[in-house]
């Protein structure tokens, strides 16, 4: 195991940080607005979890509480926590949003509604995570076999809907734009917009792409279109 020096100062969690304000704050809502959860410290792991109940109530009043851990990353509230369904109360199924180890599968990265700068965005980020667990207890209900609400596929197909939905639902103009978004059409600011406009790409779709660059990110974007690219090319020989 590998041990840090002993003269090597252990850097600060990130509940410790700003002398611990962000933890106080976020305890003092979460205690209001889901009293069945509460804080677990690991000093020695320097690492925070919530555990307990999520109470969900029904239209009906009927309420059910569902077991769940929620893990805190060491870049928060920088970037979101994961949630885990503690109880194995649902089967972890891909098309009940689930990940084989019980996490819950909220949305697609890029569409995280989870704001690291809103004081109070645990408590909404939960309360995104009740709808989830909810619309777990409606499928089973419906028994259907059918998602309550809207859903991304997984892998490369949920981005790839995202990015469509981006550009407005036009698959042609997605097919037009595949090389340029896996950065393979050598497309220059002042060369013709792939889209087949007739204008420059500045002047079309190069704020449309820079816009999906950001919320996708560079290196994820090549990869998925890259592999779309060479599908496509395949599909057609
Ligand atoms: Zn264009």
Not at 4 to 13: D, E, L, N, V
Not at 39 to 65: K, N
Not at 76 to 103: I, K, L, M, N
């Amino acid at each position: 195991m590998y041990r840090r020096a002993p003269t090597q100062a252990k850097p600060k969690a990130w509940y410790q940080r700003d002398g611990g304000g962000r933890l106080a704050q976020d305890r003092e809502r979460i205690a209001a607005a889901f009293p069945g959860l509460s804080y677990q410290i690991d000093e020695q792991a320097g690492r925070v979890f919530l555990e307990g109940t999520i109470t969900l109530v029904a239209e009906c009043g009927i309420s059910t509480p569902i077991q769940a851990r929620v893990e805190f990353p060491d870049d928060y509230p920088e970037h979101e926590s994961r949630v885990y369904d503690a109880a194995q109360r649902f089967p972890y199924e891909a098309d009940r949003h689930f990940y084989p180890d019980g996490r819950c599968c909220l949305w697609l990265p890029p569409e995280s509604r989870w704001n690291a700068k809103d004081p109070d965005g645990l408590c909404r980020f939960l309360e995104e995570v009740a709808v989830f667990l909810d619309q777990q207890l409606t499928y089973e209900a419906v028994g259907k076999g059918r998602w309550p609400g809207r859903q991304r596929s997984h892998g490369d197909t949920g981005y790839v809907e995202f990015v469509l939905e981006l550009l407005g639902g036009e698959q042609r103009l997605l097919d037009a734009l595949a090389p340029t978004l896996a950065n393979r059409s050598g497309v220059q600011r002042n060369s013709p917009c792939p889209c087949g406009s007739g204008m420059k790409y500045k002047r079309c779709h190069l704020r449309a792409v820079e816009e999906i660059s950001r919320k996708v990110g560079l290196v994820k974007l090549y990869a998925i279109f890259g592999r779309w690219c060479t599908n496509a090319a395949t599909d057609t020989k």
